[in-house]
């Protein structure tokens, strides 16, 4: 079992930025990947940005491309996402995730066995 505390999320104006924190603990060693969806109201849940955990390199959706940037300290079990640039439409409650190798895509919710509890990111306009 992986467990994944999220922080950092709050009301911030368009425009501003928020970095938010994901702290992995537990069997950690499985890990392959960390992910960052969202989830606004009514709607599904979708893929934000991940990283794998030792090879470093990311993936990010089309929409937070340039404005949003995924990073870990593998010291700390940590992965982080800043959000720069936020608009209203970022507005989510946004899940960290983590998943071990799997021919599962890692942009899609199937590519993760572990999930955090969430934490609202609210951008008003």
């Known amino acids: 079992q992986v467990q994944l505390v999220e922080s950092g999320g709050g009301l911030v104006q368009t425009g501003g930025s928020l970095r938010l924190s994901c702290a992995a603990s537990?069997?950690?060693?499985?890990?392959?990947?960390m992910g960052w969806f969202r989830q606004a109201p009514g709607k599904e849940r979708e893929f934000v940005a991940a990283?794998?955990?030792?090879?470093?390199?990311?993936l990010y959706a089309d929409s937070v491309k340039g404005r949003f940037t995924i990073s870990t300290d593998n010291a700390k079990n940590t992965v982080y996402l800043q959000m720069n640039s936020l608009k209203p439409e970022d507005t989510a409650v946004y899940y960290c995730?983590?998943?071990?190798?799997?021919?599962?895509?890692?942009?899609?919710?199937?590519?993760?066995?572990?999930w955090g509890q969430g934490t609202q990111v609210t951008v008003s306009s």
């Open positions: 537990g069997r950690t060693f499985t890990t392959y990947v």
């Open positions: 990283i794998f955990w030792r090879a470093g390199g990311t």
């Open positions: 995730a983590s998943g071990g190798v799997s021919g599962a895509s890692y942009a899609t919710t199937r590519g993760y066995d572990y």
